[in-house]
Structures are given as C-alpha cells and as structure tokens.
C-alpha cells in the first residue's frame, strides 16, 4: 500500500485470524469492519506519519521510504500501534513515500 507525501489513506483489509491481506484504499472510516487510518505529512521540518488503529489488538506493520529524487526504497523502522490508539513515526529526511508492507495483529508483548 503507497502513500505519497500530503496523502491520507483509509484501509481496509481481508482478515483471517490476526492475518490482515489484501490492503485497499476506500474513502472513509467504515462501521462495519475496522478501518485503520493513515495520514502522511508535513509539520515545520519534520515528515509525520499518523497511524490509527481500529482493531482489537495491536497493529504491526514495515515501511518501506523513497527519498526525494530517488527511485530506490529502503527499510525505514516503525513501532506497532496499540489498539484503540493512534501513534506517530516522525522523519527528517525528505521522504516523497512510504510503501506499507506486511500487516498484522499482535498480541501485545
């Protein structure tokens, strides 16, 4: 799943157990069925990406960083988000994308 600087993403995925596939973008929040949410910004000089985590159990995720004028990745870290909460990774480096990558719930620990 990309998102590009400026971006928010709601998402939802294909769940089976704590194994969540099949990531796609829609254009809200659902009450139906959790829908993370992703918001990826610019605040002074730093780059932020909100997380919101809808489910039941934490959310663990890797990211995957484009600098600006690059065509390469590279792995960035990011914490798992508790349930119920939001969370925040913050970048100083000029970030032009993230690519999330390989979702899933956990127990926390």
Not at 19 to 48: C, H, W, Y
Not at 74 to 82: A, N
């Amino acid at each position: 799943m990309k998102i590009s600087l400026g971006k928010k993403l709601f998402v939802r995925f294909d769940q089976k157990g704590d194994a969540l596939s099949n990531p796609k973008a829609v254009k809200q929040e659902g009450a139906d069925r959790p829908t993370p949410v992703f918001d990826f910004s610019e605040i002074d000089d730093n780059l932020m990406l909100v997380k919101k985590n809808p489910f039941p159990k934490d959310l663990k995720f890797r990211a995957l960083a484009r600098l600006k004028g690059r065509k390469d990745y590279f792995e960035t870290s990011i914490v798992p988000v508790k349930s119920g909460l939001f969370s925040i990774e913050l970048w100083r480096d000029p970030i032009e994308e993230l690519v999330l990558v390989d979702f899933k719930l956990v127990d926390e620990k």
